[in-house]
């Protein structure tokens, strides 16, 4: 255990946990940042161009805007650990963080920003085939799809991107939504459409998935209760992400769906001196500069917090 009582640790790196780290540095707060082993920068580190960042207007790869944050952190003097979290204990005044390599933090304040992850169908065979024709990153496999036919899965933003990504390497790219329209924003629906590569399967569901030890095909179920099989070499799923807050579930509130609950317009959390900020929070805008100004509240909350003790 850190000898030192920090004033605050932040737990994530995504576009909240950095803005935080930024604006509590800059506060004098020395924040220590953990920022992940695998998950550093969040989700944007897995997005291609990102095109509705303010301040870029010939957009800026997720990865480089994330690097910059990150640097933009430590250039105020915030430290920031590469490991994963695997224990909070967030009661009493001092609150203690304990990562993977055995670490224990302690702080007077925590900002709680670990984000979200994907979604998964919950059909069967769906860990069978994970990373043998199932993905949930086209940035990351797109590549292996090169001249083939792959599916995607959703019905919004995320799955429009993927879909349209996609066709750089897929000779045929079939997106499969379950309704018999997209939630996704007009102008990546219209670029989608203008597509000659992409068909779209409408009212349908994937209930299977059939393969020798490699993806080769969907079951689909269409909404008039009538299947059919798609052959495809890989499969993306794109149906949103649920919050990543197993960590202090039974600490703080959460909502029915898991998303920790804050006073609004604040970021605190039911439990003193937690704070909580980011697609954590949020299960409705889920936007990278969303994120970005609930993490610049976190740390201004802390602050103030800070302040009056």
């Known amino acids: 255990m850190t000898e030192d009582i920090r004033q605050v640790v932040i737990v994530g790196s995504g576009p909240a946990g950095l803005t935080a780290a930024v604006y509590a540095a800059r506060a004098g707060l020395k924040p220590l940042v953990i920022e992940g082993a695998t998950t550093a920068g969040g989700a944007l580190m897995t997005t291609t161009e990102v095109e509705n960042f303010p301040g870029f207007p010939d957009g800026i790869q997720g990865p480089d805007l994330m690097l910059a944050m990150r640097a933009q952190a430590v250039k105020f003097g915030a430290e920031i650990v590469t490991d994963d979290v695997v224990a909070l204990d967030l009661t009493g005044d001092i609150k203690t963080i304990t990562d993977s390599s055995g670490n224990v933090y302690r702080s007077h304040t925590v900002i709680l920003a670990m984000g979200s992850k994907y979604r998964r169908l919950g059909i069967a065979d769906e860990e069978t085939y994970s990373a043998k024709g199932v993905s949930w990153c086209a940035t990351c496999d797109g590549f292996f799809y090169r001249g083939k036919h792959v599916a995607v899965v959703g019905g919004g933003d995320a799955a429009v991107e993927e879909a349209t990504f996609l066709t750089r390497f897929a000779s045929k790219v079939t997106l499969i939504h379950r309704r018999d329209a997209l939630r996704a924003s007009e102008v990546m629906i219209q670029r989608l459409m203008a597509n000659p590569a992409v068909e779209v399967i409408w ?27 798609l052959a495809v070499d890989g499969l993306f799923e794109a149906i949103g992400s649920v919050p990543q807050s197993e960590l202090v579930t039974g600490q703080v509130n959460l909502d029915d769906a898991g998303f920790v609950t804050v006073t609004e317009p604040g970021t605190v959390t039911s439990m003193d001196g937690v704070f909580a900020c980011g697609d954590l929070v949020d299960h409705i805008y889920r936007q990278a500069i969303v994120a970005a100004g609930s993490g610049c509240r976190a740390a201004i909350d802390v602050e103030r917090w800070l302040a009056q003790r």
Do not use: P
Request: charged share 20%.
């Open 203 to 229: 009212n349908t569901q994937i209930v299977g998935m059939t393969g020798d030890g490699k993806l080769d095909g969907l079951v689909l179920r269409n909404n008039d209760g009538t299947e059919s099989h």
